[in-house]
C-alpha cells in the first residue's frame, strides 16, 4: 500500500477490549451490581467492604447437570464440578476461598453466574462477514437483529459442548443468516474474554472471532434468512452510529477487524478505502473515548 496517511501504516492495536459493561450494565432478572470503582477492579485491590449480590438464574439452576440429565449448566455446588477451570483464552485464572474461578478482568459487583450455565469462562463464537457495497461505497456487516433486545449485532453463538469453534462459527452463522461459508478459512480477529453484561465474579463471556471478507459479487448471490434467535438479518452499513449501537462487545470486535484491514491491507483494497476505513475508526474511538 503507497500512502502517506500515517493511519494506514500504523500497526498499532486500535482498541482494547475493557471490562466497563460488566460493572455498569446487566440484564433486568440481576440485583443491582455492587458498585466498583475503577480502582478497585482489580482483585489484587484490597477492597474489604465489597459485598456483591449473589445471583444464579432460574433457568440455570433448572438446567443443573447434576440434578437434571439434559441440562447444560455445571452444577450449581462447586464440589460436584469435575474439572475447576483453571485457565482460559485469559490466562492462568485464580480461585477464590470456595474454589470458585475469578472473572480474569476483576470485580464486577455481582457473584454466582447469573445466566451463565458455566463456572468460569462461557465459550463463544463470533462469525464476522464484510462486504463493501458497490454502490454506496460503504463497508458493511452481515448483521441479525436480535429478538431479546432488538440490538444489531454479529450472528454469533455458544460453543457446544464438544464442539470445535469453526464448526461453532459456520453453524451459527448459517443457523442465524441462512448462509453457508467456511468459517475455518476465515482470519482471527480476537479470542479472549468479553465485557458482556452477564458476566459475574465466577462466570464470564469469552469469544472467538473470525473473519470472512467477500466480494460484491459472491454476497449478493447470497440469500439472507433470519432463523433462531434473530429478528431480521441484512448487510449493515458501518457508520459511527450503527458500529456505537452493537451489542455488548461487538463494537470492539468490528474495531479490531477493520483495524487489521486498514494496517495490513490484506483484501487488496484501494487507497480511498483504506482512508474511509481509517477516517470511520478515529470518529468512532474519539466518541467511545469520550464516552467511557
Ligand atoms: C453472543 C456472541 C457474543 C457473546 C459475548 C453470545 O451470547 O452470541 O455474539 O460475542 O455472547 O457477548
Same mark, same amino acid.
Given at each position: ?175 442465524? #443468516? ?78 479490531? #477487524? ?24 478515529? #470518529? ?9
Amino acid at each position: 500500500m503507497d500512502s502517506t496517511d500515517p493511519r494506514l501504516r500504523d500497526s498499532s492495536p486500535r482498541s482494547q477490549i475493557v471490562h466497563n459493561k460488566a460493572r455498569r450494565e446487566k440484564p433486568s432478572e440481576y440485583p443491582d451490581r455492587y458498585p466498583v470503582p475503577d480502582d478497585k477492579v482489580p482483585w489484587n485491590c484490597e477492597f474489604p467492604g465489597y459485598r456483591p449480590p449473589y445471583y444464579v438464574s432460574p433457568i440455570v439452576l433448572a438446567n443443573d447437570c447434576s440434578k437434571n440429565p439434559n441440562g447444560w449448566a455445571d452444577p450449581e455446588d462447586i464440589v460436584l464440578l469435575p474439572l475447576i477451570p483453571k485457565e482460559s483464552f485469559a490466562g492462568v485464572l485464580s480461585q477464590d476461598k470456595a474454589g470458585r474461578p475469578l472473572n480474569p478482568q476483576g470485580r464486577t459487583g455481582v457473584s454466582g453466574r447469573g445466566l451463565l450455565g458455566k463456572w468460569g469462562p462461557n465459550f463463544a463464537a463470533d462469525p464476522i462477514i464484510t462486504r463493501i457495497n458497490k454502490e454506496s461505497g460503504l463497508m458493511e456487516m452481515l448483521a441479525i437483529q436480535r429478538k431479546d433486545n432488538g440490538q444489531w449485532a454479529i450472528p454469533g453463538g455458544m460453543v457446544d459442548k464438544g464442539e470445535e469453534v469453526s464448526r461453532t462459527l459456520s453453524r451459527e452463522l448459517q443457523e442465524e #443468516t441462512g448462509v453457508v461459508l467456511p468459517m475455518d478459512q476465515g482470519r482471527m480477529v480476537y479470542q479472549g474474554y468479553v465485557d458482556d453484561p452477564r458476566n459475574t465474579d465466577h462466570a464470564w463471556m469469552e469469544t472467538t472471532a473470525k473473519h470472512l471478507h467477500l466480494s460484491g459479487e459472491l454476497s449478493e448471490r447470497m440469500n439472507l434468512q433470519a432463523g433462531d434467535d434473530a429478528q431480521a438479518v441484512r448487510w449493515l452499513p458501518l457508520t459511527q452510529e450503527s458500529m456505537l449501537g452493537l451489542y455488548a462487545s461487538h463494537c470492539a470486535l468490528i474495531i479490531k #477487524t477493520l483495524s487489521g484491514m486498514v494496517h495490513n491491507n490484506p483484501f487488496a483494497l484501494s487507497v480511498k478505502e483504506l482512508e474511509t476505513m481509517a477516517n470511520l475508526l478515529d #470518529t468512532v474511538e474519539n466518541e467511545r473515548n469520550s464516552c467511557s
